[in-house]
Nanobody
Framework: QVQLVESGGGLVAPGESLRLSCVAA????????MRWYRQSPGKERELVAA????????NYVDSVKGRFTISRDNAKNTVHLQMNSLKPEDTALYYC????????????WGQGTQVTVSS
């Protein structure tokens, strides 16, 4: 059974940090690119960050550049999203996903973890 399980979300004040984690099982993790998406009520789903299968290439949506960092540990089948200097507009449900290559639809999705940034 394929599983992607996110964790690390929560409620934080503006300017603080969170680190999201996604643990994968049931597929060849090291052969897949990984992505973090987010979605908030009334808004379209947004691709936040992506990382290549070996971690050598990353890209980010403009609104999080310089604040968020995606990374992966293939030995632990885990991908992370370090989120610094959080803003209220970062509030969303964050989803982990896996795709064989950049530019194709994800094969697998996690259930999501909620991030709320509020004072």
């Amino acid at each position: 059974q394929v599983q992607l399980v996110e964790s690390g979300g929560g409620l934080v004040a503006p300017g603080e940090s969170l680190r999201l984690s996604c643990v994968a099982a049931g597929f060849a993790f090291s052969g897949y690119t990984m992505r973090w998406y987010r979605q908030s009520p009334g808004k379209e789903r947004e691709l936040v960050a992506a990382i290549s299968d070996n971690g050598g290439l990353t890209n980010y949506v403009d609104s999080v550049k310089g604040r968020f960092t995606i990374s992966r540990d293939n030995a632990k089948n885990t991908v992370h999203l370090q989120m610094n200097s959080l803003k209220p507009e970062d509030t969303a449900l964050y989803y982990c996903s896996a795709a064989r290559w950049f530019g194709v639809d994800p094969n697998y999705w996690g259930q999501g973890t909620q991030v709320t940034v509020s004072s």
